[in-house]
């Protein structure tokens, strides 16, 4: 039996479970994940929720992304956290293509970047920035008890921002074939942020959605220029806090 594997996710005390464990696993013990998508790969166990080191972390979401994916393509991570959908893009694309890591935190990025080394992750370029409307410097919030944050004029720590546009006009990284976008809150800013992208190259995206009013204003924008949008999980588009979004019919074809 695996280690931990006695907890289920499905209880309403794994949140809880997974404070207590941070608190008492070395930082420094690695183990391959569990189950799920990234099966296999080396994982710092308590670098995040227990769930990601159990293989049970937006299975659905990660397999549409398994699935879009091809051997070749450019992948952009805006808001990759400590690398869940970084190390499964990087194995997708292969060493033809480039996966684009953006992460402000700089706890976040030194795990990151641990973790693309001992996955041998070496198509991957991790740049330390968030992603919004304008290019310069931002307050972030950075949580004191997990690994979230997002831009706030209240926040506790300074990063560096570029927009969308400005990575491919300014040579940053090529355009993306397809974008994961979990900006906890900011998701219409990074839009706005690259509508030359958007309208230039057509990158299929798969966006996390942190409020009603980044729901209407995410789909009205994406509409606006063209593109088709499905909620990836079984709710209506009206309350779904996730969508893929692309120009092609091909981009909605994957699994549910």
């Keep these: 039996m695996h280690l931990f594997g006695w907890v289920s996710l499905s209880s309403p005390f794994q949140h809880k479970i997974s404070i207590i464990f941070k608190k008492i696993i070395p930082k420094s013990l690695i183990l391959p994940i569990i189950e799920g998508p990234l099966k296999g790969k080396k994982w710092i166990v308590n670098s995040s929720n227990l769930a990601y080191y159990l293989g049970n972390f ?3 979401q990660m397999n549409i992304v398994k699935d879009l994916l091809h051997n070749g393509d450019i992948f952009y991570d805006i808001g990759a956290n400590v690398g869940t ?13 480039i996966v684009v890591a ?8 030194k795990i990151l970047n641990k973790h693309i080394q001992m996955n041998n992750c070496t198509n991957v370029r991790v740049i330390e920035c968030a992603l919004s409307n304008v290019s310069g410097v931002s307050m972030f919030f950075e949580h004191p008890d997990n690994t979230m944050g997002s831009i706030s004029k209240n926040g506790n720590l300074e990063v560096p921002t570029l927009t969308l546009d400005s ?52 789909i009205d924008l994406l509409r606006g220029l063209g593109y088709s949008i499905q909620p990836i999980d079984d709710r209506d588009l009206s309350r779904t806090s996730d969508i893929i979004a692309c120009k092609s019919k091909e981009g909605l074809n994957y699994e549910k």
Excluded at 102 to 109: C, G, H, R
């Design 85 to 97: 959908y970084t190390l499964l893009s990087s194995e997708k694309v292969g060493n033809p293509g």
């Design 102 to 109: 953006f992460e402000p935190l700089p706890a976040n990025v």
């Design 58 to 60: 937006e299975n659905r």
């Design 167 to 218: 990575v491919v006009a300014d040579g940053i990284a090529p355009p993306p074939d397809l974008i994961k976008m979990d900006v906890e809150g900011t998701e219409s800013m990074v839009l706005c942020g690259g509508l030359d992208v958007l309208r230039n190259y057509c990158p299929t995206l798969l966006i996390s959605l942190h409020s009603d009013q980044q729901r209407e204003e995410c």
